[in-house]
């Protein structure tokens, strides 16, 4: 349940961009995809979330 509470948040436009970075480094992949699509995700974590091993993210 943890898991989709932080699908639902890296979804939000209201989430922060420190929770954005947070997220871009959760071990749950829907986290990660959904932090990848926020345009409010900064720069520094969208760098992150390309370098992804999963190549889904």
Same mark, same amino acid.
């Given at each position: 349940?943890?898991?989709?509470? +932080?699908?639902? =948040?890296?979804? #939000? #436009?209201?989430?922060?961009? =420190?929770?954005?970075?947070? /997220?871009? $480094?959760? &071990?749950?992949?829907?986290? +990660?995809? *959904?932090?990848?699509?926020?345009?409010?995700? &900064?720069? $520094?974590? /969208? $760098?992150?979330? /390309?370098? $992804?091993?999963?190549? *889904?993210?």
């Amino acid at each position: 349940m943890a898991g989709y509470r +932080r699908v639902l =948040e890296a979804r #939000s #436009s209201r989430t922060t961009t =420190e929770r954005l970075r947070q /997220l871009a $480094d959760d &071990p749950i992949r829907p986290v +990660r995809l *959904w932090a990848a699509r926020n345009p409010r995700t &900064p720069p $520094d974590a /969208l $760098d992150r979330l /390309l370098q $992804d091993p999963d190549s *889904w993210v």
